[in-house]
């Protein structure tokens, strides 16, 4: 029998007050949480929190230190700093939500096709997922973006289908203890397809999975979009954190500003992704939720 309207939204608040009572015991995971929000809100509202474009050049003095007219100084073209790393903050979340989103999709349906069938189709993704991690992925993806081009979309793509095999591993891992579950031979005993129990039944239980390892996966898109921007491989039309600090490479002694501040924000940026990844294990992860208790 269907919950009510007002049921099944107590449910969901119940649900949600237990998994934030798990996740607040890990301080560090608050602040890499709260950091992030502001982070979004900062990439969201970048239009409005500066005062110049990320590219407008000639706007002062060349490397210009940081001073109250320019928060973080500007660079050898006359460039604001600030700008480019508010600005730079899009990109780079962008690309890091977008293609760990990509690599989740991927490794979801991978992962759970192997898991929950077995046999010679668990063996033949298992070789087809031991292929893509025997490359060097960063490797391979600096030769795809420099033949197929460097924009966005392409670096995006790239990262995306070359980071799945972790999700695709864990998420078969668990469909593999999950099918001899009760539930599930209780489904399959009254004629449920294969779809229904993957997704409505095992999928669930194995999400937390997923979770995790898709914020580990958004900071190290975010690592990889900044090493191909910084060997000049990045999308030339957008600043990226990685854009900037390739091109503070000339004035690392002379000029301290135009790399600290954009490599300070990626080390800030996925250090916080990795600390909710640690608190969103701590939240949804049942082993873990039954020994506290």
Partial sequence: M????????????????????????????VFGLFFLIILVLIAVSADWITEFGPMDTGIGRPLQA?????????????????????????????VGFTAALTAALIGVIIGSISGYFGGMTDDLLMKFC?????????????????????????VVVVIGILSWPRTGRLVRSEFLHLRESEFVMAAKGIGMSSARIIFRHILPNAMHVVLVTASLEVGAAIITEAGLSFLGAGDPNLMSWGRMLYN?????????????????????????????GDGLNDALNPKLKRIKR
């Fill in 2 to 29: 269907p919950l009510s309207p007002d049921r099944a939204a107590e449910g969901l608040a119940e649900k949600l007050w237990d998994f934030w009572r798990g996740y607040r015991r890990n301080k560090g995971a």
């Fill in 66 to 94: 940081p001073s109250g007219r320019y928060l973080m100084g500007t660079d050898d073209l006359a460039r604001d700093i600030f700008s480019g790393v508010v600005h730079g903050a899009r990109v780079s979340l962008m």
């Fill in 130 to 154: 031991e292929l893509f991690q025997s490359m060097p992925r960063f490797l391979f993806a600096l030769v795809i973006v420099v033949f197929f081009g460097n924009t966005i979309w392409n």
């Fill in 248 to 276: 503070a490479q000339r004035f690392l002694r002379t000029a301290w500003w135009l790399a600290i501040f954009p490599g300070s924000a990626i080390f800030l940026t996925v250090l916080s992704l990795s600390l909710i």
